[in-house]
């Protein structure tokens, strides 16, 4: 991995595709968790965030060309984390999300590869909705 290649990731941004938010989609995905409150086919229950961030970072991996000089065997990433910050506007039924990934860091630590990711999600009015900070870890032979 050269510093040249870390230089021209670390920053880079792309839009994933739109996500419409659905009432059924939202009410089974809450039902899979074992939350049956039907609050959660108007409302997006949060663990719901999954349903479009995951997504949109592999939407990031596939557009961003040089991804592959960085991660050369998928086979070795392992998941580090997910942190969420929701802010007080509510994901709706109805709502069209717009998530934006960033490549927020590149680091090395005992031997292992790790990419911050950042990810802003808003919604059709362009009303920040959350951001989300996703952690992939690739061990040694994956880069």
Known sequence: MS??????????????????????????????????????????????AAAFVLPALWHWRKEISEYQELVKDPRYIVHGGQEYEFTDIEILSGDILTSTVQLADIFIKKNMLFLIYKIHTTNQNAQLLLTTTITVIVRPGGF
């Open 3 to 48: 510093a040249d290649l870390v230089q021209r990731l670390i920053g880079r941004e792309c839009k994933a595709p739109p996500f419409k938010v659905d009432a059924n989609h939202m009410r089974e995905y809450a039902t899979s968790l074992g939350v049956v409150d039907p609050k959660y086919a108007k409302v997006a229950f949060p663990a719901y």
